[in-house]
């Protein structure tokens, strides 16, 4: 997990991806958090949906670094509710670089 003043961002391993990728209020009370419907854009739903089997596949065949690969779930701390996603494509490249993709809601 990663700590700033008014966010937490945990990321995501295989079991509690396919439990979000099932029923996103499972996962937000299986990690603590009050559950809240998340109201996204159906363009983002759709590809969130798709980068499940990706997301889900590579953090079971890298389990030690299953964080460079996942959904990260991003927390209010304020009001210990669920306010986005933050998704990782893999390790960083030789430039240190990463692709990730967020959705606020």
């Known amino acids: ?36 419907d ?16 990706i997301w889900i596949k590579n953090t079971r065949n890298n389990p030690e670094t299953y964080q460079w690969f996942t959904n990260w779930v991003i927390v209010l701390k304020a009001e ?3 306010i986005g996603g933050m998704g990782i494509s893999g390790l960083p490249d030789k430039n240190g670089e ?3 993709g967020y959705v606020i809601d």
């Open 1 to 36: 997990m990663l700590h700033t003043k008014r966010l937490i961002l945990i990321p995501l391993n295989t079991d509690q991806l396919i439990f979000l990728k099932n029923n996103r209020q499972s996962i937000q009370e299986a990690i603590g958090l009050i559950p809240v």
């Open 38 to 53: 998340f109201d996204m854009d159906p363009v983002f739903a759709r590809e969130i949906d798709d980068a499940f089997d």
């Open 80 to 82: 210990n509710r669920e």
């Open 98 to 100: 990463i692709i990730t």
